[in-house]
């Protein structure tokens, strides 16, 4: 099998990156009574999951043809992680319930899977089995959400394979998360690689693939303003968002041009409101000046030249 596909790698290798939009979706809910469906999707975004609960919390829910016996007992209620493991970072996702595993937390009730869920900003990366892709956060750094090595539906990474190679769509290899977070956490372009030698093989004999979904966190810019100069933050066509900021001295180098050496020794002086007012005068604007003076700040340390650093992102 290996070997078949090695030589027709190039024909479908194929892999999709799809930038979803800002646009976020709170609070959708999808019940899946147990044997049929659990469907989670976001037409914007991808799903991260807030709660998912296996039971019984109403009479009403999933109880067609049910006797009474199986739907009276509305108080069961077990929290599972095993559809946020699979769902999260996807687009959609399809979960069939009774292969999901988990224990029976009130026996001889029917119960069904009651999952809500948000659909968040990410990118997502789907790699054909022996291809690689690239992950590539240009100046920010990557922050993955969810990977999975194996096969979750028979349409991915499909396309001229023999339908036997793709039935198996309960195919997950556990450490898959961990071992691409590994890789690729603080980088800004990661390749990954979708072979079972870096993965255990969760599905002998089906043809896998590798999702990956990641967040590209901003790179961040650091302003240093010595006392009494302008501070002049700026974005472009994006809005600031401000991580840190202190007003006063934290070592005995920076800004000490033409300072008597005393002005300078203090490495301990910080203005706890500087944070406060720099995002007052700053946060959310595309560009802002801020003065570094004691009018601004006031004075955290009389008699020591003082500074201003910034931290900030653009978003
Ligand atoms: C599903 O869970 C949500 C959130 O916990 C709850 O508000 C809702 O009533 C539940 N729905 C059913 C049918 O159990």
């Not at 030589?7 to 979706?25: D, R, T």
């Not at 022996?130 to 990977?147: K, V, Y």
């Amino acid at each position: 099998m290996y070997v078949l596909f090695n030589s027709k790698m190039s024909a479908f290798c194929f892999k999709v990156l799809i930038a979803a939009p800002v646009l976020l979706v709170s609070g959708e809910n999808s019940i899946g009574c147990y044997g049929d469906i659990q469907r989670l999707q976001c037409d914007t975004g991808l799903i991260l999951v807030k709660s998912s609960v296996y039971g019984r919390t109403d009479s009403h829910t999933c109880n067609v043809n049910r006797p009474a016996s199986q739907v009276a007992n509305t108080n069961c209620a077990m929290r599972i992680s095993t559809v946020a493991d699979r769902c999260n970072g996807l687009r959609e996702c399809e979960l069939k319930t009774d292969l999901l595993g988990n224990s029976d937390p009130c026996y001889g009730t029917y119960k069904y899977y009651n999952t809500t869920y948000d659909c968040i900003d990410g990118r997502l990366s789907v790699t054909c089995e022996f291809c690689s892709s690239t992950l590539d956060c240009g100046e920010g750094t990557i922050q993955i959400i969810n990977a999975n090595y194996g096969r979750a539906n028979t349409r991915t990474c499909s396309h001229g394979v023999p339908s036997s190679l793709t039935q198996d769509t309960n195919c997950y290899a556990p450490h898959t998360f961990t071992n691409v977070a590994a890789r690729c956490n603080g980088q800004r372009r990661c390749i990954v690689q979708a072979l079972f030698t870096l993965f255990t093989d969760p599905c002998y004999g089906t043809l896998k693939y590798l999702t990956v979904s990641y967040t590209c966190i901003p790179p961040t810019r650091e302003i240093v303003t010595c006392e009494d100069n302008n501070a002049e933050l700026s974005c472009g066509v994006q809005n600031i968002k401000i991580i840190s900021a202190n007003y006063g001295r934290t070592d005995s180098t920076t800004c000490t041009t033409e300072q008597p050496a005393g002005h300078v020794s203090k490495a301990n002086c910080y203005m706890s409101d500087t944070l406060k007012i720099v995002k007052a005068r700053c946060e959310g604007k595309s560009s802002c000046v801020v003065p570094a003076t004691n009018n601004v700040f006031s004075d955290p340390c009389p008699y020591t030249s003082k500074f201003l650093k910034v931290v900030y992102s653009c978003v």
